[in-house]
């Protein structure tokens, strides 16, 4: 049974760098689209980017500057930087697996979530 | 990106009552749209992926439908355990974008 689980720092400086890990459990990470989500206390989810296997990523654009994800097959683990952040960017960070072949498209296993918040 | 509505934003609703969400996207999406549940203080969980198909394990009282830019959740008998925020999910398109969130309470 794959697991997932988020791991960081939980509280951040404004200015410098979020940096989060994802571990990977009872499967590999050498498949399937490794993705980041946050959700601000109290609102809504937001997609943030993935990391698939190869190397490929792709961010959302309002966050596109700021976010680098990569991976270390070797731990299974895969990893999300997030530069220059604000209090805008507390919120809980969920990593999830994305299937993307047809029909399938979803986000079936997901972490427990991390929070993770900006203050001096 | 593609934007994403819910309606209604809340209800309240009854044990073994009917409930319908609708979501609605700006642009079509053929059929790539799911449903996740979150519960306070934990992740979401995929019910429904491809507008229709039943996640594995999820209950049958969950159906979905709809395809282009309109769609619906249906809880056909509300448990318990149902009571909770319910998000749509565009993947059709990068950026992927959820819709706003319905919270299901009890009335």
């Known amino acids: 049974q794959v697991q997932l689980q988020e791991s960081g720092p939980g509280l951040v400086k404004p200015s410098e760098t979020l940096s989060l890990t994802c571990t990977v459990s009872g499967g590999s990470i050498s498949t399937y689209y490794w993705t980041w989500i946050r959700q601000p206390p109290g609102k809504g989810l937001e997609w943030i980017g993935y990391f698939y296997y190869t190397g490929n990523t792709n961010y959302n654009p309002s966050l596109n500057s700021r976010v680098t994800m990569s991976a270390d097959t070797s731990k299974n683990q895969f990893s999300l930087r997030l530069s220059s952040v604000t209090a805008a960017d507390t919120a809980v960070y969920y990593c999830?697996?994305?299937?993307?072949?047809?029909?399938?498209?979803?986000?079936?296993?997901w972490g427990r979530g991390t929070m993770v918040t900006v203050s001096s | 990106a593609i934007q994403m509505t819910q309606s209604p934003s809340s209800l309240s609703a009854s044990v073994g009552d009917r409930v319908t969400i609708t979501c609605r996207a700006s642009q079509g999406i053929k059929n790539d749209l799911g449903w996740y549940q979150q519960k306070p203080g934990q992740a979401p969980k995929l019910l429904i992926y491809?507008?229709?198909s039943l996640q594995s394990g999820v209950p049958s009282r969950f159906s979905g439908r709809g395809s282009g830019t309109d769609f619906t959740l249906t809880i056909s008998s509300l448990q318990p355990e149902d009571f909770a925020t319910y998000y749509c999910l565009q993947d059709y398109s990068y950026p992927l974008t959820f819709g706003p969130g319905t919270k299901v309470d009890i009335k």
């Open positions: 999830a697996r994305r299937i993307a072949v047809r029909p399938i498209y979803a986000f079936d296993i």
């Open positions: 491809g507008a229709s």
